[in-house]
């Protein structure tokens, strides 16, 4: 069953914001705002891992005087070793000065982790002891840039350096290397330090070489931002023999320059490339990205996102019949949450252009589950298992929509295939436990609660699960369940009663 997203409340470990203004911004321009972040900091990693990122907040610093000099007229804020609440309040900052027309670009450079087929910037105070801590300690990149989207910014820009290794792999069983590929709202331009699920060696210098390159570039007199990108891209790419290559993302739909000086100079000539086979740069990767090749790697599933920040329900559920059949009603009408909308129009856009675009099937039917649209998440969910029908997290998201709307059969059906694709894929066993306690298989619900508390014991909806079903069964030990549950999540109780389980 899937689960909320909880703001964790930690302490700040070092938080410095310089904020700027261009001194000579273009006058009548549109608003251009930039956030940088550098983290450096990351206390709770192996000592072997502090070494490259040394150079983290030297680098994101060099990008920020970059972007503020004259002739570029950025307003930046730059800020540095950032904790959890210290990142979230730094983009709320950002998102208020944000206007309708604006651009807005985003940096960091740090340690970053794919979780669930997206990318998490980790703030320095993270606890990433299993992948489902990394959506509540890390800030998805596709999450910041809806938030520009929805903000009214025209273009906007995101720069990631942090294809490092993933400090917390001995942690996470299932772990996946690099960054995800990226599904960006129209008008957005993203650049990656390296290939999705490609990582840079930790030695220093090809650490540093990305940010280098780009400051380089930036500097090319009235170059457009796509050509800025892709040519620090092939220098990188050929300086490397095609070890790293950045990765470039872009869906701009309006001519854009990091330079606002007249147009009376021509564009810069290509540089003279460095030594090296320059046929190792790839082609510019489009903004919508390949479905996966492999089910294996995991995508947003139902234990995230439909029960990340609880809708509030537009109609009570209905009363419990009794401890063998409890029943849902769906919601007699469906409010979407204002940020989500901009969201599901964009991805609306994306499937009338490619009908066959699985993973925006996929997400759509995220948004529409998450804002208890059961009927339209069904038919996503079906489309994309069409396309793939080997997709565990679909098959599993299906399964718990399902059972929202009372057709247990069919949703235990899916829970099992997911389970024979993953057997050890603990958002399913936790969904079909749910399942099974709502069907009345209550010794079945225990037991498959038990193994998803294997390999997750601190899982409240597994935990509150299995003590109602221990109860139902009469066995008294249930309550002890219930409130180890309640202390993780106490508002555990609450969900389970929104849909019918009591």
């Known amino acids: 069953m899937m689960m909320r997203l909880v703001w964790i409340l ?161 942690r996470i069983r299932r772990f996946s290397t690099g960054l995800a590929p990226v599904d960006a709202p129209t008008g957005s331009l993203v650049m990656y330090s390296s290939a999705p699920s490609t990582v840079v060696s930790d030695t220093g210098s090809e650490q540093r070489l990305f940010l280098t390159e ?33 990765w470039v993302a872009n869906s701009l739909v309006s001519d854009f320059s990091f330079d606002l000086r007249g147009k009376s100079g021509a564009v810069a000539a290509l540089p003279t490339s ?73 991805l609306s856009r994306k499937l009338r252009a490619n009908p066959n675009d699985v993973v925006s099937l996929y997400r759509r039917g995220q948004l529409y589950a998450k804002n208890d649209d059961f009927p339209h998440a069904l038919t996503d969910f079906d489309a994309a298992i069409k396309l793939n029908p080997r997709d565990a997290e679909a098959l599993n998201n299906r399964c718990w929509v399902r059972a929202m709307v009372g057709d247990l059969d069919a949703a235990l059906q899916d829970c099992n295939e997911a389970l024979q694709l993953r057997p050890d894929f603990v958002d399913s066993l936790d969904s079909r436990g749910f399942v099974r306690l709502r069907i009345g298989q209550l010794q079945r619900a225990v037991a498959d609660y038990d193994a998803a508390l294997q390999l997750s014991p601190r899982k409240a909806s597994s935990l509150y699960g299995r003590g109602i079903a221990k109860l139902r069964a009469g066995d008294t030990g249930g309550h002890a369940d219930i409130a180890d549950a309640k202390a993780i999540d106490s508002r555990i109780a609450e969900e389970f009663a929104r849909y019918g389980v009591r």
């Open 274 to 346: 460095p030594p090296g086979p320059a046929s190792t740069a790839p082609a510019v990767t489009p903004a919508t990205p390949a479905p996966a090749a492999t089910p294996e790697a995991p995508r947003p599933g139902a234990v995230i996102l439909p029960k990340m920040d609880p809708v509030v329900p537009n109609s009570k559920p209905e009363p419990n019949p009794g401890p063998s059949s409890p029943t849902v009603a769906a919601p007699a009408t469906v409010r979407i949450a204002r940020e989500d909308i901009a969201a599901i129009d964009d």
């Open 214 to 246: 780009l400051v380089k570039q930036l500097r090319v007199a009235q170059l457009p931002a796509e050509e800025v990108f892709n040519r620090t891209r092939m220098f990188v790419s050929t300086a490397t023999q095609g070890q790293q290559v950045p």
């Open 10 to 170: 930690v302490s700040i470990v070092m938080v410095v914001p310089i904020e700027r203004t261009a001194s000579a911004q273009q006058s009548g321009s549109v608003p251009r705002l930039a956030l940088i972040i550098g983290n450096s900091n990351y206390p709770d990693t192996e000592a072997s891992l502090k070494e490259p990122l040394k150079d983290a907040v030297k680098d994101a610093r060099a990008l920020a005087d970059e972007l503020k000099r004259e002739g570029v007229g950025f307003q930046v804020t730059f800020v540095e070793d950032l904790s959890r609440d210290g990142m979230k309040r730094e983009f709320d900052r950002f998102y208020g000065k944000l206007t309708p027309g604006s651009v807005a670009l985003v940096f960091f450079g740090g340690y970053a982790i794919q979780a669930a087929r997206q990318s998490y910037i980790i703030p320095v105070d993270g606890q990433i002891w299993r992948e489902t801590d990394v959506p509540r300690d890390g800030i998805s990149l596709e999450s910041i840039l809806r938030e520009m989207n929805s903000r009214g910014a025209k273009v906007k820009i995101a720069i990631i350096d942090a294809s490092r290794r993933n400090p917390y792999e001995r």
